[in-house]
């Protein structure tokens, strides 16, 4: 029997298993794995009524809230494709992204009436609009919000799972990419579903887990919490941003057992002094990612919580996890050690291989010294970028390239130690440097620049750019800041700009970042 | 990217990840997990140089032993397919399978040279005869045994795994099912790969694992144990035959956290005397299966190991575990309660749903007391029996039926109440009821019988006769006894035959055996 691979399954499970058990909590709300079930099915109902078409385009663009939580599985049930927006965006990117999928229908948080009106008059496909709450009435959106126009549909009955098939798109996530034009993610239902057992498995996930939302959903597949905790009958309690105060909270008040964190949120959570008026001894897991960590950060959390810390690493074209930084118990490491191997990398979880390749993609020795780039071949990888041909079992696309430099030691774990493609990473955001060189390079006065990332304390690190003015031209830094603030989203302005007289190049003309990094 | 499901991928990653840890410990040897996989790919070796073809079936004739484990990854290397003989089977039952499977090689652990040179000569296509200890010579048999024989291979590289086809048959399984009749059971690379996932997320096994094989590995696909520990790089310790003192020396001394049990076994620990005198104190779980548990028995358990104790419920055609009986946090279960459903069938793994179907095949309710058929769908249910066509994914077979009466709670949790197809479970193996009837209808003196199981404190339950003798035959118990004895391996044998003047007999005039039950 061949049952498709579909995280639509999970959601059965959950209602069938845990359907008088509390699902989603979120402020003063909650809701049962029935009830849950019961909501994602009308969203689909609500997507079937109007006509929408097989493999069609869905986007959300909102906080973490019950409503993207039921998007996950209401979008799948109607055979679409589910779109999440990341919040963060600018219109322009909104623009961008919406024309580029060719979505259908946009759910939006009221917060993003102002942008979404601005470009309305270019989305070409876009004949929806929805807003998640009430009460912001614009004449472009649906006279109903959210709520009420799944509560005026009846649940759609169980869809039969057995047609689908599992190697169709489920979701769709834009990603800056190594190009810095922003690319769909296609992750297939398979890639969910075995990407939810494997990622559960690594981290021992259980009916008794809480798991506290704080990483946004609309990031990297939520890395795999909406599919993997509802897989096992968890608890899942949203919050709409994150906000340290808010988190130990939220841990006080539901019994979490576990969070994620990129260390820009972790290092808030740490310096914030409210942490020791709550009781966080429900605590089991600390999960970091989105950047490196160190066996400081590990330590301090572990403290702080009470309960075990390890890093991890992922991709969206991974669905995301690739490797958490588990300790493997028959190498015994204790103290400084044990903290050194937490705040690696980590080892691949199951159902993905690794491996570090040289410039003639030969495999390099697993040493802990030398670097190769990190490729990755498994369940969990993405059929491909929307809109770009492949070919996914060609031998030369065997391995998935992360553009990641990284070693790997002989007990298996892996370090990242540099990022080819020069993607900078902030408060765990991805931001190209290649999009704010273009953008610099769009005004008059620049003549040639180079952005890096530099460390900060807050977020992991922040871009500073270095220009060369054209001679006779003449700006100054604040001018340059000001034309970037219109073009990018906030957090993607450079920190800091650096008016220099030339840039150090490699013999073919290109710029060496890494002696711009050396200062 | 789709890489396909083949639980080859775990002895990669386990070799990989876990290379230099210790993979296997039988007696005073062990194997790294390095090792473990060079002898694998060197049994692979071995195949390939006899010219074995795709697909081809490899038997194993073995007690738990590093060889048989060793099959069940190599011969997958070599592209054939595994087939584990159930040791306590007779000489006429392994010449049937092994023509029926069409067997194209055997290896034997010595004790079985006397019962296949027996039926050698029956044999029409295995052609090559491997023992798996050397100096019991004779002359049909290879020249060296196994482990001579995988020494002089060199091992085969890795075995690019993209080509598998994910939904060919890896393992096929001799079952009595529901006809009396052995039927072999197709599993495939994609059950067992979904299976270790599922039931390893449920069980919560982890790398630090150690798991002593105390169920045959030749039942049931070893309960899913070389897949599930393998892929998340745990510890396997091998016994070559349960025992009762071998089972508490060896968890005290290789610190094992995990094993499982049918009751049978389970009582007989409970009952041995020397189970004060060992550490038992690493054990973290016990899991029952193979026949219906008791509280009594989970409490006695829990008590001796110190740790905690759940039953759970598989078929050989479900790869095999459908439920376990772990308790469900949000119910908050405690004392006699908690033990109770600890007891019980279970609910299902990940991948798996259930339902109960009247006559009409129409769902029954989860009530707790409403009985119905007990019907399985999911990742883990097999392609099918050997030699029968099927089309798994039609609508009439959306189902696969286990022939077990069972209610299900509305918390979801199965209740096993009856058995359909009259099957006797003795001491954990299948005896079918309708195999002791066709051999005592055999005898000239018997006109009608009626096999049913009765309560047995040892072995749960054993066999018990009723037959009704042809007027002017005269025969006696003991003669039908020896008559059994003949044709029947000693398991399957009834433990008493009452001689009565007629059957209970329904409308249809079937045998009514409930009436036979109650006595």
Chains 1, 2 share one sequence.
Request: negative net charge.
């Amino acid at each position: 029997m061949k049952v498709p691979l579909t995280p639509i399954r999970f959601l059965y499970r959950a209602r069938d298993q845990f359907g008088s058990k509390r699902a989603i909590i979120e402020d003063e709300d909650s809701w049962t794995y029935s009830q849950f079930s019961d909501r994602c099915h009308r969203l689909a109902s609500l997507l079937l009524s109007w006509g929408i078409s097989t493999g069609a385009r869905v986007a959300f663009l909102s906080y973490n809230s019950h409503a993207l939580l039921e998007a996950y599985f209401g979008v799948l049930l109607a055979e679409a494709v589910l779109l999440p927006l990341n919040v963060r965006l600018t219109a322009n990117d909104f623009r961008l992204i919406l024309n580029d999928a060719e979505a259908d229908v946009l759910f939006l948080d009221p917060d993003f009436l102002p942008s979404i009106e601005e470009i309305r008059g270019d989305l070409r496909t876009v004949h929806r609009f929805v807003q998640l709450d009430p009460g912001h009435q614009r004449d472009w959106i649906e006279p109903h919000a959210y709520d009420e126009l799944i509560q005026q549909q009846s649940p759609a009955p169980d869809k039969d799972v057995r047609p689908i098939d599992e190697d169709s798109t489920a979701e769709l996530f834009y990603t800056s990419g190594t190009s810095g034009q922003p690319k769909g993610v296609m992750l297939t239902h398979r890639n969910l579903y075995l990407h939810a057992l494997e990622v559960a498995l690594m981290l021992g996930i259980r009916d008794d887990d809480v798991q506290l939302h704080t990483i946004p959903l609309f990031h990297v597949n939520g890395w795999g919490t909406p599919q993997f905790l509802t897989c096992v009958g968890g608890c899942h309690v949203l919050m709409r941003k994150f906000e340290p105060q808010t988190t130990f909270r939220l841990i006080e008040k539901h019994r979490v057992t576990l969070f994620c964190a990129v260390p820009t949120m972790a290092l808030s959570l740490l310096n914030h002094a409210g942490k020791r008026d709550y009781d966080l001894s429900s605590m089991r897991l600390v999960n970091l990612g989105g950047a490196s960590s160190t066996p400081d950060l590990v330590r301090r959390l572990e403290e702080t919580f009470s309960c075990q810390c390890v890093a991890g690493y992922g991709l969206t074209e991974t669905s995301p996890i690739v490797t958490l930084a588990f300790p493997k118990a028959h190498l015994g490491e204790r103290g400084e050690k044990l903290l050194q191997t937490k705040a690696m990398t980590g080892y691949p979880i199951p159902g993905i291989e690794v491996e570090i390749l040289d410039h003639a993609e030969q495999p390099l020795p697993w040493d802990g010294t030398t670097a190769g780039e990190l490729v990755v071949r498994g369940d969990t990888v993405m059929k491909g970028y929307w809109r770009e041909k492949q070919d996914d079992l060609a031998p030369s696309d065997a391995w998935f390239r992360t553009g990641d430099l990284a070693t790997i030691n002989p007990h298996g774990y892996v370090r990242i130690v540099d990022r080819k493609k020069d993607v900078i990473i902030s408060g765990g955001e991805n931001i190209s440097s290649l999009e704010l060189e273009k953008t610099l390079l769009d005004h008059p006065a620049v003549l040639e620049c180079a952005v890096i990332g530099v460390p900060n304390s807050r977020w992991g690190e922040v871009p500073k750019a270095f220009v060369v003015l054209r001679s006779q031209q003449a700006t100054s830094q604040k001018e340059l800041l000001a034309h970037c603030r219109q073009q990018l989203a906030r957090f993607k302005v450079p920190r800091s700009i650096a008016l220099v007289e030339s840039l150090p190049k490699g013999g073919t003309g290109k710029v060496i970042k890494r002696k711009l990094r050396e200062g």
